[in-house]
């Protein structure tokens, strides 16, 4: 379900229709998150580390309700949640496949579900534009460290700037004096979310991360 909001009293009208000028108004955020308690959690419960991250990603930025903001016909609407949808590799394979599931009861329940998904209802990469719910995009690189990752666009589609899906993408983790960080990039949609709004994800991800025991 989705609500539209007023654009003519919401706050951020000025920013909406500064950035709706330009036609990719997307832009993209590197940063670093300490994932050492998630690791051992992941460790201790035998369950996916990508899933487990994927999760907890979810969580937080269903959280924030400029990330559940959408457009059309110039009207913006408020959604209930974004669901993710992820790439993912079967062993042996050299091309991946993608997952997309909502992101339902706790952190350990859906790790289980996103492996069975993954493994008995692989989705094609032409599936990302036929899903019902709003989705999250999640890719991971696990074989580099990133410090940086672009993402594709189709520059001649009109509604490019219409396109509100945030992308997360990250690369392997690496130990540093004795924690573990991995670098994270956040790309997003400058009418929606400024980077108040990218700082807000990346405390509540922190908490998320530290609040497991």
Not at 18 to 33: D, E, L, W
Not at 42 to 50: C, G, H, L, P, V
Not at 90 to 103: D, I, N
Not at 121 to 141: D, K
Request: charged residues 25%.
């Amino acid at each position: 379900m989705r609500k539209e909001i007023d654009i003519n009293t919401w706050d951020r009208k000025e920013h909406f229709e500064f950035y709706s000028k330009i036609a990719t108004p997307h832009y993209c955020v590197a940063f670093n998150i300490d994932i050492t308690n998630l690791l051992a959690f992941t460790r201790k419960n035998k369950i996916s580390f990508y899933y487990s991250l994927i999760y907890l990603c979810t969580q937080s930025i269903n959280e924030i309700d400029e990330f559940l903001l959408e457009t059309e016909d110039n009207k913006v609407f408020k959604i209930d949640r974004r669901v993710p949808c992820f790439t993912d590799l079967k062993k042996g394979a050299t091309s991946f496949h993608m997952v997309s599931l909502p992101c339902d009861g706790d952190i350990v329940e859906f790790a289980t579900n996103a492996r069975m998904e993954s493994e008995n209802n692989p989705l094609s990469v032409y599936s990302l534009g036929g899903l019902r719910e709003s989705q999250i995009v999640f890719s991971c690189i696990p074989w580099a460290d990133i410090t940086m990752c672009s993402n594709e666009r189709d520059y001649t589609d009109p509604k490019l700037k219409d396109d509100t899906a945030p992308i997360l993408v990250w690369g392997k983790y690496t130990e540093q004096n004795g924690k573990y960080i991995i670098n994270m990039t956040l790309d997003v949609n400058h009418r929606f979310i400024d980077g108040y709004f990218v700082g807000q994800f990346v405390k509540k991800l922190e908490e998320k991360i530290s609040e497991l025991n």
